[in-house]
């Protein structure tokens, strides 16, 4: 079972970026892998998904300005996000939607208005 931990969230004012990282603790090479967020009193929602091969997709609110990446050699992957809004806060999360594992604590970012 692969273990994942999320980093990288913080305070940080509207229009400004954070980059997270999602650390896996067995190799992801070749598996899709996504972001996740969860805003208190929201349910769970997909922000953007990575292929293997390293298509990408998103979620229409955070399209042009977040970008999901990954480093298979690292075990890894990223989101940069850039021009956030205060709509942007919650606690993020990153899992593989096809073969989801137990969720991570999250990282939570704040962004001020």
């Known amino acids: 079972q692969v273990q994942l931990v999320e980093s990288g969230g913080g305070l940080v004012q509207a229009g400004g970026s954070l980059r997270l990282s999602c650390a896996a603790s067995?190799?992801?090479?070749?598996?899709?892998a996504a972001w996740y967020r969860q805003a208190p009193g929201n349910q769970r929602e997909l922000v953007a998904v990575?292929?293997?091969?390293?298509?990408?997709n998103y979620a229409d609110s955070v399209k042009g300005r977040f970008t999901i990446s990954r480093d298979n050699a690292k075990n890894t992957v990223y989101l940069q996000m850039n021009s956030l809004k205060p709509e942007d806060t919650a606690v993020y999360y990153c899992?593989?939607?096809?073969?989801?594992?137990?969720w991570g604590q999250g990282t939570q970012v704040t962004v001020s208005s």
């Open positions: 899992n593989f939607p096809y073969r989801t594992v137990t």
């Open positions: 067995r190799s992801i090479f070749s598996i899709s």
């Open positions: 990575i292929s293997g091969d390293r298509s990408t």
